[in-house]
């Protein structure tokens, strides 16, 4: 036998090679895995850690970006994207793989309906419906494809029948569903898949493809490894300098890189080390950190037992609290319980009822339970109204606006103010002469017989004599310890510091610290529970409970059955701190501290720093970074809710971080200095790169003067573009919002070579449009064979077009100078409104060079480069809409492309993935005047001629009528008659079909003198 040696790994053999990522990336399948990992909710994977922390980046898109950074391009794009999608789990044995045990998987009786078998029963077993005369001699002789149900067959896998076999099964089936999003649904997520036997096939391929770079990996770690070698001479490290809820250098710890992360807020560096020490331990340590927590609760369980404040004397224990507020009305001096609603149960039929007390001014509540519906409805109407305090006396109804209680006016500047008074350090509840009182007015008890029970009986109760002296013996405890307390640090005694979300509490409850915001009983037990926090395994769920806790967590009332019901939520399901006027807080007991967490055992190298991130100070081979762009959300200040309780004596190693927001530190917003804090950020992150490293940033795409300003701080930062991928992250139905889908473009930089390279526009622009051509072409040309091939395209145009930015940024971010200009002036220059910078003008080049070059099919180039932006975008939808196409995000993103002014008034649905254009015939006649933006265009025209065919104005007149609209018609008519040509052939209504046929042969044949 002729024995081949194999090729030996040679460090940095290649470290030129350029990756895969810049040539080709399934951006579709990633978007479609990235939305739902996020629809998975609790089941991702970093989610136990912290549901407190939002906007973590899916695992699968930070999965692709890694491996896309490492492996090599070839000369057979085709066979490279094969590969990599064998290795993501996205080719057809891999969801053959992710079907085996998924409950939404084809079920026996459809394989047998889809695929064709000839023995079947070597992996099915069937039983013959009672009554069917069918033998089993017969059956055993037949094929797949059958219909079970015909032959009055039930089918079911045959017992022992091994996972291999079943995954091969599937695969076949799954081959007969045309696409990946439909295919995807009946498997599971590739992470939910143990990560050996979804790869078990692919290392050979791997091997086959690789090994003459000396690749031979069984497994991710191995070829990541060996990849990292042959680039960076080491097992690659990835850096983010934006980590905060930890997920990328958690991804590519358990792809198996070694990992650098920071960032500049505590809460995110200890989850990001929770990511990696407690969700990455080993399951030995992972039992031991479970053990762990459940002494600590189990400690601070028995402390608080010990104090009887949570039981009643017939040994019921509480489950919720329900609290609201009280202020006095300055009509009639009778003090009013405040809440948008007294219905206290939907299921239990309970509800709050006022009961006027005349003696003491104010009102009994009682809770009554098994009410009826009319009564549950007439509770739906709480005392707070359209910001009003509503309530009724004696037959009267009084309606004052809070603002009046609160006695709101302007201050010297123009700021908001009112009278509530500012709470002191040592305050912990209101005094009697504040504005707000706060009341404590029902309980949630779990009967004595039943806390053992799996599903134990609850009921609401009104607050009786016997809860206020539990209640009282609270208060006296925290005022006679809290000074002690908070000099310990087990309960904060930090101010809140003004800011866009920090104000709301300042403003409207007159609460000045952290501690503020919880009750007398919540100071009590989670200073118990604080004490017990002396390692870093327990700080995250201690912070996941308090997220559960304080006067911000809202008592869930839903009369739908969706989404349940009588609960109390958290406070950040919502990114804000909204103040409430009725809150529930669940007892001690009810808090989950204990997490189920994923065992993901991570074997390599990280280290957490907190920093900002242009202190980066040690050379990282790969960054993918998600900075802080416009962020909506205030980490910064919201974070300070946790920061307050664990920033006196944190645990080892999180002591050693500054525990504090360091808000002036943040990057934020969008303004210059955002700009200077991201060119010092990406600076430093070039200057610590090898020069074969790689960058991917990750941003919302918005507009082109993001686009415009991200670009030019990389480019100022010395990174030149080399890739750019749009991935739709996440749905939203939020219509309010206008319905949309949150886009993330990664951008794939290098650094840019060194020495100086002057541009002028006039050169850069061709070879802005030669570079933006040759880019889609290539694209183009692969989607063919693919297509061919697959029976479904690799890129959709949005892809096309995002591939046409990123060339020409790729040729403009090559320069060092534009004309005099150099790029960090460019960059740092304050941006003018209104001003379109070279920069602006580049991009607005790519995208007409893209979209002039994707002519929908059907549509003459001439015709297509004559019309304008909304036509474009109405006839590409169109074309779209033919190919079944209906996500919103399209829409929008084209509409952008197309620069539309607004593309909502040509759209009939926008939900998220249900959106389509409105139809000619669905048009009103005010939607197509000339103060339109189709209106006046040779299609809006075209409409109105063919809305005038449906109701039967004669042809020649509707001509006519276009001639006289249209002083150039004759002109322009072989355009004119190629738009409705498409019309005709792409509309759904064969009315417009037959209406737009008989236009175009009226046109055709008309006489020019007529
Ligand atoms: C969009 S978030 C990153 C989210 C992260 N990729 C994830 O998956 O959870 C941006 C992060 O940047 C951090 N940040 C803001 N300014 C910073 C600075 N100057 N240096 C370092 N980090 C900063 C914020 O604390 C926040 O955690």
Redo the contacts with the bound molecule.
Sequence with gaps: MNAVTPAQLVPFSLKNAPALIETVFPAQKVSFEAQRERKAGPGQTLTALGSY?K???PLILVRAVVLGSLLPVTDDAEQDLELFEALMGFDLSGLGRRAVDYQGALKPAQIARMITLNNPWDYFSYKIEGGNEVREEDVDIWWFPLSAEEKGLKISWKRGISDEAKADIYAKALATISTYEERSLLCKRPEEVDPVFLLSPVWIKVNERLGHLGINAHSMTQLIEQLGVLRYGRRPKIG?????????PFEAARMGCDVYA????PV?CMLTWGALNIVGATPERLAAIKAEQKKAIDSAQAKVDALEIERDSNGNRAKAYLYCLEARCPDTGWLVPLSTTWVVSPRQMTIAKLIPNKARKSFDIEIVSGVSSAELQEATAGTIQSGCMVYRLDGKEYRTPIKTIREDYRGEGGEAKNRLRRWGKNDFKPLESDIFQERLYCIQWIKASSLEAARPETFFASVSAEDMVRENKINEIVSKNLVSWQDLGLVPDMEIEPGSNTDQPIRERGWTHWHHMFSPRELLTLSILRNEIQTPELAPEFCGTLDFCSKLSRWIVRFSSGGGSDFTSNVFSSQALNTLTNWANRSFSEHNFVQDYKCETISTSSTIRM????AVDEVIDIYVT???YA?AVN??EITEFFIAWLRKSPPAPFNEWTWDSRRA????GDGDDFRR?MID?YSAMAKHMPDNGMQCVMFTHQSTEVWSDMVGIFWAAGLQVVAAWYIATETSTDLKKGGYVQGTVTLMLRKRSAGEKVGFKQRILPAVRNEVAAQIKQMMHLNDEVEARMGEPVFNDADLQMAGYAAALKVLTAYTKIGETDVTTFALRPRVKGETTVVDEIVQQASEAANGLLVPEGVALDTWQAIDGIQRFYLRMLDMESAGASKLDNYQNFAKAFRVDDYTKVMASMTANGSRLKQVNEFGSRELTDSTEIGPTWLGHLIIAIQQLLTDVEPQSVVKTLMEDLPDYLEVRPKLIDLVRFLENKSRNEAVRSAAEVLVSRMQTQRLDS
Excluded at 240 to 248: A, K, L, M, P, V
Excluded at 665 to 668: C, D, E, G, P, S
Aim: charged share 25%; glycine share 14%.
């Design positions: 922390w906007g973590r980046k983010d300098t934006f980590s905060g809820g930890g997920s990328i920071s960032d500049l807020n995110a920093s900002t991130a242009d998600d900075p802080p962020d980490y910064h530190l943040a990057i934020k804090g950020a």
